[in-house]
């Protein structure tokens, strides 16, 4: 138990190495996907122009809605001759603008692009390997769960976005358009992580050694890094919400925003993405709470004491609870909702470095100075 | 309150379910009718009524009021409201989570402090306008959910409907045509759809089948939950009593009001109710890191106690960690906290022994650091004159000094203990009855001894070593060391129900928010070819891309015994004629919101 021993020490040294290493990695993975997003450019696609100018509308948008709807309901199944019999399930779509097609993603056709953004999600492979090893070593140099300071909670974090970014890419979902903002907001997080909220491996404090930890942490950090990933669809929803709408009204959105925007997916399927996600995950949201008030309640005699980040915690869920309740209500779904999510995930946010930094509380364990 | 994706239907005036079908009657496609009927009853999202006329009267206005209150743009502000008024209660120290940041607060900014108390700033959650709140976000939800509960009632009995007469306006759609006959194809459709566990109602050449009611079943379940988890919530503060308790090793405790050093009890909790036990501290161990960047955070506490409950007495031995309370009856002793106590002796002017015990010292930081107050009330100085003794004292476990923080404990554990003290005489003013903080020395009366040089005198004492105070005022001896150990204990009530009703409010959300209700209808017609036309299509609470792959699966079935003829038209994946027609305004694709060409 004496941490002082030598292998434990040269252990969590060598986490921290590769800490850096896996950011190394992501550095070289952000440059692939730039690389993917430039190349990109070269390519002109414009469908979604061509589906949403008021004038050619009428002409092109029945071909494109047909193709559109039948893939993305999945109902096309595996397209080998063999079920080219079947007749297929025809959708018929209720969002606002069914007819617009998911951009061609960052390559957009360009071999180049599509080599280059390959490479990237290769390096992405190869830095999350670098970046969980580093994980794993450092619970080993400290023989427990990595999360009992924010140094440990944010490399643990980023580890759960990426890991959950390539399990989409598995599943065949259409998420590579996510490897940009990812990677970059991973370095981000790892460069906080190693500059900022650096703490030494260390035991736990008597008040976190509890098996409650594993759950209630784990469950907040895979919450957060999956409801991450719903808000860069929100974000990205937002940016090309307001350009289909100005190429719906005949306006030109600017060069760039049209190379760029035009290669993700249709606003509609961003704000599916986002939805699906911030769902899903709600109730694991609301079972992260319950466990940490379990936890409270057996650690600190009540369940719930309106502590700093209780009350953050019972904000950000009151926030999503909201985020799903207006995705429902007229005058508040679209965009109205979407800025809601925004500020939901603001304050998932806020209360880990707003209130681990600001208030003093007995979730203080931070492990700064 | 509502359902989580598509819920109290404000966004339109025709009053159907879905919100599908609402939005797909603003298109104003002839023959929606067709689908509002289908989708009718597919929840029990209540319908949003026209605002009330003028000159509706009384009943007439409160009546307004009430389908307001229980609207669901009502019932998103108020959650809103909840979240923002939230904010100020973790940005403003609270009482009863953090009494010392609310008194430091309070010297700081006394302006501020009294603006704050009117507001009831320093009590957020129990405030009326937070309570305000969220008993009008529970009305709203029990005016929401108690009519969808009995109209869920009214459903799971109800048939599904029939089959709408153009199926192929319906989300999801598919068509063949086949050679098999009618009557087979709806009896493989009853067949496949049972095993798929719909339940199903047959009739005009159509089979109609339904299927997801737990989602409903879940959402009412979600909703109900929260109603629950706050009566428990408010049941436990109304009768629930914590207190705290100080006690050094070897003491004991009874758990009578008498015995606390605070105690704080709900406004229906009777004290006579308090658990009849007590304990006494045998033991207490710590450990702290010994070096490195975190040396002193603790690593172990743990309180060796016995206890004895009720009438029966009998002893029986116990450890209290931080995180495994002691659980006698109803209530819970935590360990909350720990530090040292210096056993002192004075002897008075006169050689008597005027105390002698166990002083408990406060800890100020992580390495021990402690202040605390000696009080002699019953002492003769030199002369034999009756006078009272106070010592204002620093304990460190650990003694250190250096520039910055003077002298200070360096290390949490007992490794070079050192008590400095400061002796005052005088009036310590506990004769006047009232109840005094025992860990401060109220000055006013009191009288520093002095040296020669007019400075107070200060003597730092190591264990065993004592302190003869000038004019042979008597002599303090710091005899040892000795621990204390403070515990919190607590009796709150519903807990159990708390945690039953977050228990199932998660499974009501996983039910409403994973499973889909939804409906499929199959009809099988002989054409005018003498061909049996097979038409499939699928209607759900909420878009998905599950219920055209449920369908898809059952087209798979389907025309594994109603194979499709090759050459018909109907059987091609083309969407039907009418899909991609032209609408009258100029010719924009099926499906464009005429909100958003406008």
Redesign the interface.
């Known amino acids: 138990m004496n941490l002082a021993a030598a292998n434990n020490q040269s252990l969590a040294d060598f986490s921290t190495v590769l800490i850096y290493s896996a950011m190394a990695v992501y550095v070289l993975a952000f440059l692939g996907h730039i690389a993917e997003w430039t190349f990109g450019s070269r390519s002109k696609v414009a469908r979604t122009a061509s589906a949403l100018s008021p004038r050619r509308r009428s002409v092109v948008a029945p071909e494109v809605r047909a193709k559109a709807t039948a893939g993305a309901a999945g109902a096309e199944q595996g397209g080998g001759t063999a079920v080219l019999d079947r007749p297929k399930v025809v959708t018929r779509s209720a969002g606002a603008r069914p007819d617009v097609p998911d951009g061609p993603g960052a390559a957009a056709g360009d071999a180049q692009g599509d080599l280059y953004g390959t490479i990237a999600l290769a390096l992405t492979v190869l830095a999350f390997l670098v970046h969980a090893a580093g994980v794993l070593t450092r619970a080993l140099s400290v023989q427990r769960v990595p999360w009992a300071n924010m140094y440990e909670f944010s490399t643990t974090f980023s580890m759960v976005a990426v890991a959950s970014y390539l399990g989409f890419v598995v599943a065949k979902k259409n998420v590579r358009w996510i490897g940009l903002p990812l990677v970059t907001t991973v370095l981000l997080d790892l460069g906080l992580a190693t500059t900022v909220l650096y703490a030494e491996s260390d035991q736990l404090p008597p008040a976190l050694d509890s098996y409650w930890l594993v759950i209630h942490v784990s469950l907040a950090i895979f919450c957060g890094a999956l409801l991450y990933l719903g808000t860069v669809g929100t974000v990205l929803y937002l940016f090309r919400d307001r350009y289909e709408v100005k190429l719906e009204e005949g306006r030109q959105p600017g060069a760039f925003a049209t190379s760029v925007l035009e290669r993700l997916p249709s606003a509609a399927s961003l704000d599916k993405f986002a939805y699906r996600i911030n769902a899903a995950v709600f109730p694991f949201w609301t079972f992260t709470i319950v466990a940490g008030a379990i936890w409270a309640e057996s650690a600190w005699g009540r369940y719930w004491g309106w502590d700093p980040k209780e009350v953050w915690s019972f904000i950000t869920w009151a926030a999503y609870a909201c985020y799903l309740h207006a995705r429902a209500t007229a005058g508040w779904k679209g965009r109205k909702a979407a800025y809601l999510a925004l500020a939901a995930f603001s304050c998932y946010l806020f209360n880990y470095y707003g209130v681990n930094f600001l208030f003093s509380g007995q979730h203080s364990y931070a492990g700064v100075d | 309150?509502?359902?989580?994706?598509?819920?109290?239907a404000?966004?339109?005036a025709t009053g159907t379910a879905v919100?599908?079908a609402a939005?797909?009657a603003d298109r104003g496609i002839a023959g929606d009718a067709d689908e509002r009927a289908a989708a009718a009853q597919l929840s029990t999202t209540p319908s949003e009524d026209a605002p009330a006329a003028a000159g509706i009267g009384v009943l007439g206005w409160l009546r307004w009021f009430w389908r307001q209150l229980t609207s669901?743009?009502v019932?998103?502000l108020l959650?809103?409201l909840?979240?923002l008024a939230?904010?100020p209660?973790?940005?403003i120290p609270?009482n009863?989570?953090?009494q010392l940041?609310v008194d430091l607060f309070k010297e700081d900014n006394p302006g501020l402090s009294a603006v704050y108390e009117k507001l009831q700033l320093f009590d957020?959650?129990s405030s009326v306008w937070f309570s305000a709140i969220y008993l009008l976000l529970f009305v709203s939800l029990i005016g929401c959910i108690v009519p969808r509960s009995w109209q869920f009632v009214g459903q799971l009995r109800a048939r599904p409907p029939r089959a709408p007469h153009r199926l192929d306006?319906?989300?999801?759609?598919?068509?063949?045509r086949t050679d098999a006959e009618p009557e087979d194809v709806l009896a493989t459709a009853h067949r496949t759809l049972r095993s798929a566990r719909f339940r199903i109602a047959e009739g005009d050449g159509a089979v109609s089948a339904e299927k997801g009611y737990l989602r409903e079943a879940g959402n009412l379940l979600f909703h109900l939950s929260l109603i629950v988890m706050l009566v428990a919530?408010a049941v436990g503060q109304l009768w629930s009593v914590?207190g705290g308790k100080l006690i050094v090793k070897g003491d004991g405790f009874s758990n009578t009001l008498t015995q606390y050093d605070d105690i704080s009890a709900g406004g229906l909790y009777d004290f006579e109710d308090l658990d009849d036990f007590g304990f006494t501290l045998d033991e207490f161990h710590s450990t702290f890191?010994p070096?490195?960047?975190?040396k002193g955070?603790?690593?172990?506490?743990r309180a060796d106690v016995t206890y004895w409950d009720g009438a029966d007495g009998a002893e029986r031995q116990e450890s209290i960690?931080?995180?495994?309370?002691l659980e006698i009856g109803d209530s819970?002793v935590?360990l909350?906290g720990h530090g040292y106590a210096p056993v002192v002796t004075l002897t008075d002017g006169q050689g008597d022994l005027a105390y002698r015990g166990p002083v408990p010292f406060l800890p100020q930081d992580i390495n021990g650091t402690a202040t605390g107050v000696i009080k002699i009330p019953d002492y003769r100085d030199g002369e034999g004159e009756p006078e009272q003794l106070g010592f204002v004292g620093r304990f460190t476990p650990t003694y250190g000094l250096n520039a910055e923080l003077g002298p200070h404990s360096t290390f949490p554990a007992l490794n070079y203990p050192v008590l400095a003290l400061s002796a005052y005489h005088g009036d310590l003013g506990v004769d006047a009855g009232l109840p005094q903080n025992v860990y401060k020395l109220d000055q006013r009366k009191m009288e520093p001894f002095t040296g020669a040089d007019g400075d107070i005198l200060r003597k730092s004492l190591r264990p065993g070593e004592s302190w003869e105070l000038p004019d042979g005022a008597g002599t303090l001896t710091f005899e040892r060391v000795e621990r204390w150990a403070s515990f919190?204990i607590?009796q709150?009530p519903a807990?159990g129900w708390?945690?039953a009703g977050?228990?199932a409010?998660?499974a009501g959300?996983?039910g409403s928010?994973?499973i889909q209700r939804r409906r499929v209808w199959v009809r099988a017609r002989r054409d005018d070819a003498g061909h049996t036309v097979v038409e499939?299509a699928g209607l759900g609470r909420s878009?998905s891309?599950r219920l055209?792959?449920e369908?898809?699966r059952f087209?798979?079935t389907l025309?594994a015994e109603a194979a499709?003829l090759?050459d018909g038209p109907d059987?091609d994946?083309?969407?039907?004629a009418d899909?991609?027609d032209?609408s009258p305004d100029?010719?924009?694709?099926?499906?464009?919101?005429p909100?958003?060409?406008s």
């Not at chain 2, 070096?291 to 975190?294: I, L, N, R």
């Not at chain 2, 955070?297 to 506490?301: C, I, L, N, V």
């Not at chain 2, 994946?573 to 039907?576: F, N, T, V």
């Open positions: 309150m509502s359902d989580i994706d598509t819920s109290r404000d966004e339109t919100g599908d939005r797909h669901m743009r019932a998103l959650l809103l909840l979240a939230a904010v209660g973790s940005v609270q009863g989570v953090d940041q957020v959650f306006r319906m989300p999801a759609y598919a068509t063949w919530f914590e890191e070096s490195g960047p975190q955070t603790p690593r172990e506490f960690e931080v995180n495994h309370p819970k935590f909350i919190n607590a709150k807990s708390a945690l977050s228990l409010a998660i959300l996983a928010l994973f499939l878009e891309a055209p792959e369908l898809d087209v798979a025309t499709p090759e059987a994946a083309d969407p039907p899909r991609t032209p100029g010719g924009s694709a099926v499906g464009a919101d909100r958003r060409r």
